[in-house]
Nanobody, 123 residues
Framework: QVQLVESGGGLVQAGNSLRLSCAAS????????VAWFRQAPRKAREFVAA????????RYTESAKGRFTISKNNAVNTASLQMNSLKPEDTAVYYC????????????????WGQGTQVTVSS
């Protein structure tokens, strides 16, 4: 079992940056891939980025490429999402997820979820 707690959300102006963190407790975090998803009001949860547990390979949704960077630090059981050049359309609740048994882009592939952290980008 893994428990995930996100932090780092907040209100920022467009063009600024935020760094989200995901603190994991429990066992085997180093063995798990990690992803970030987001959900805007009245919209489905969507994939943002993922990082593989073994080779630290990463993948991003198209809108995040070049602006967001996902990372994972197994030594301190944390994962992060560095978000630069934020846009109002990035406004959403951001969720950290761990342990995937399917396609990374599918929310249903992920077994462990945090409670989410709100990111609001003003224009």
């Amino acid at each position: 079992q893994v428990q995930l707690v996100e932090s780092g959300g907040g209100l920022v102006q467009a063009g600024n940056s935020l760094r989200l963190s995901c603190a994991a407790s429990g066992t085997r975090f180093s063995d798990y891939s990690v992803a970030w998803f987001r959900q805007a009001p009245r919209k489905a949860r969507e994939f943002v980025a993922a990082i593989n547990w073994n080779d630290f390979g990463t993948r991003y949704t198209e809108s995040a490429k070049g602006r967001f960077t996902i990372s994972k630090n197994n030594a301190v059981n944390t994962a992060s999402l560095q978000m630069n050049s934020l846009k109002p359309e990035d406004t959403a609740v951001y969720y950290c997820a761990a342990y995937s048994t399917g396609r990374a882009e599918w929310a249903e592939s992920w077994h462990y979820w945090g409670q989410g952290t709100q990111v609001t980008v003003s224009s």
